[in-house]
């Protein structure tokens, strides 16, 4: 997470200095903006990042629903490990950084506004794709039908708002939250 948020900030600074000339607005958000992002009700009160929340959280029970309907001792575990609700901030933090600051905004160089979205989405589901490893093989199925294609929607969401704001700080929120 480290290193995705330093190639962010490195693009950034070095497109600034640049002064490089396109329509696409880079984000400039610092590692502070993003850090207190999801605790700021600036942020926060914004319709579709609230709404991105609540909305996320339903598809992603919608489709737990859907996918492990038939396993008959499924039981809802929100947190594996005690730390790991805590985890969510600096992964979103490095992969926003990344995918929306860096992948992002590379690709718009040689592709549309649309374009760079839905090639750096379908990257973010792709490198989500080593989390079935560490799943049983039938739950590994289940992930990669059901789970990256809900991944990779959700970062053609976190795309648009990062595009629509020229900031992450609405999809680092969003994302940790």
Known sequence: NTW?????AA??????YNQVG??????TDSFSDLALAPFQWSVMKKPEVWGGVLGALTVGAGISYL???KDKESHLNLSPKPLFPLLAFPVGIGEESFFRGFLQPS??????PWGSIAVSSL????VHLVNGLAMEP??????YSAGIPFITSFGIYLGWLT?????LKESVALHSW
Not at 11 to 16: G, N, Q, T, W
Not at 22 to 27: A, G
Not at 123 to 126: C, K, L, T, W
């Open 67 to 69: 996918a492990f309907a």
């Open 163 to 167: 595009y629509k704001n020229g900031s």
């Open 123 to 126: 990257a973010f589901g792709a």
């Open 22 to 27: 396109d329509p696409y607005k880079m984000p």
């Open 107 to 112: 690709l718009y160089e040689s592709l549309t």
């Open 11 to 16: 693009y950034r600074d070095v497109r600034a």
């Open 138 to 143: 039938e739950q590994r199925m289940r992930y």
């Open 4 to 8: 995705f948020y330093n190639i962010y």
